[in-house]
């Protein structure tokens, strides 16, 4: 009889595994990294043209696959990571390739070294695919872009993906990565992780290098990652994790980043209230409230937290204005540029910041440390924060982008806290909708180990690769 192990994978199965699966089918021999990173391309050439999940391929990734298998061969695997192919949003440099962030401008430019991130993924034997799709300028919450078309969440292709690391997140989601890396300000990974139906990771605030990435706000800008498991988010976060000295904001850990003790029976999960008047649709709320139910028991003791106090929309538009006026420096070359101008939107939006006073960003940016002050007050009286992650499931791409897409990610990014998306269930439509937990700076692999008891207890996560059809 022909034990499992010997079966011949496919596509399919290929695309719809893990990256945890991936590594060791390559390290018991069964796939090899350049096979693997052939279908991928195949994939992509095919389904890219409808997904519009990428923007530009690195014509490097097969002889990078190459050696990796050598390597293997050899015996000598240079890292965790060694021949998985890994898609990176168009904000963070990758040698060789453009960095367009989103604007035709800079699709000349080519960068001439890693941003330090994606240099960690090259060190420990990563594949780079190639740069996805992302909002112009990563402001927006949609990867609707004006120059480069929307990316088309897999699971109908006329609706929103979520932004700004949408391209990154259809590459996942759809099979066309093994995993992702994005860049999340006010929730741009946790937010097309929620659409798409991925697990998705924005690490405490200084985690992860930020150097090579193109600035939207300096006290909220991070690395995250998009991945199909919860295991496949801490193995990349723990090859990810270092103090840069070259990055102002980098943080230094006094321990290094290992697996804590966990005690359940000790616990204490704070759920938040009044979703209805914060403005989650009620179908959203529905399956949160059922995911609450299902995981009795998983979130140990519980209780009812009050953001009366904590104005979500006021924050939200604080951080705007904090991110217009710093995008206003980031992009100052871009706004010269006739012959590739800034949409009229993005445009606008700097424009607005640029007529502001110095005193008014002052004034904004005091408003984002009542974040920092509420997270320290929940986290006094609880060790986790569990809340949808987005206010709606994902809407038609014709309708535009939805003001209070961020509300519910933002308070993470703004106090500097850890905070992971997992599938929670479906919508009455059939799209997917994401489960946030947040917790203190510092604590993302506990915040980690408890997302994989919830996703394990919860089982929502789709089959991958999503297909439309889903």
Known sequence: ????????????????????QLLHWLAAGRIDSAGLTATYRAAIERDNPRLNAYLALAETAPAEAAASDARRREGRTIGRLDGLPVAIKDNLDVAGLPTT??????RAFVASRDAAAVARLRAAGAVILGKTLLDEGALGTATINPHFGAARNPWREDHVAGGSSGGSAVAVAAGLAAFA?????????????????????????????????????????????LARSVPDLAVV?????????????????????????????????????????????????AVFRQAVATLDGCLGETSRVDFSDYDFARMRRSALLVMEAELGVELIGDLADTGAPLSPRLRG??????????????AADRVLDEAVLKARRVFAEVDVLVLPTVPHGPYPIAEGE?????????????????????????????????????????????????????????????????????
């Not at 321990?255 to 914060?278: F, H, K, Y």
């Not at 939006?349 to 002052?362: F, H, I, N, T």
Request: charge should be negative.
């Open 1 to 20: 009889m022909t034990h499992a192990s010997d079966r011949a994978l496919s596509d399919h199965d290929l695309r719809g595994a893990t990256a945890f």
């Open 402 to 470: 939805r003001a209070n897409d961020a509300d519910l990610t933002s308070f993470a990014s703004l106090a500097g806290c850890p905070a992971v998306s997992l599938p929670m269930g479906t919508l009455p439509d059939g799209f997917p909708v994401g489960l946030q937990l947040v917790g203190a700076p510092g604590s993302d692999l506990r915040l980690l180990e408890l997302a994989e008891v919830c996703a394990a207890r919860l089982d929502a996560a789709p089959a991958y690769p999503v297909a439309a059809s889903a």
């Open 101 to 106: 962030a989103g604007l035709p401008g800079r």
């Open 237 to 285: 976060l723990q090859v990810l994790d270092a103090f840069d000295p070259a990055d102002p904001r980098s943080r230094k850990r006094r321990v290094p980043l290992a697996t804590p003790d966990w005690e359940p029976e000790r616990l204490r999960s704070g759920i938040l209230d009044d979703l209805s008047a914060l403005g989650v649709d009620a179908g959203v709320e």
């Open 181 to 225: 890396l994005g860049s999340d300000t006010l929730g741009s990974v946790r937010i097309p992780a929620s659409h798409c139906g991925l697990y998705g990771l924005k690490p405490t605030f200084g985690e992860i290098s930020t150097c090579g990435l193109v600035r939207a706000a300096r006290r909220l800008d991070c690395v995250g990652i």
């Open 349 to 362: 939006m700097l424009d607005y910041a640029r007529g502001k006073s110095a005193v008014d960003y002052a």
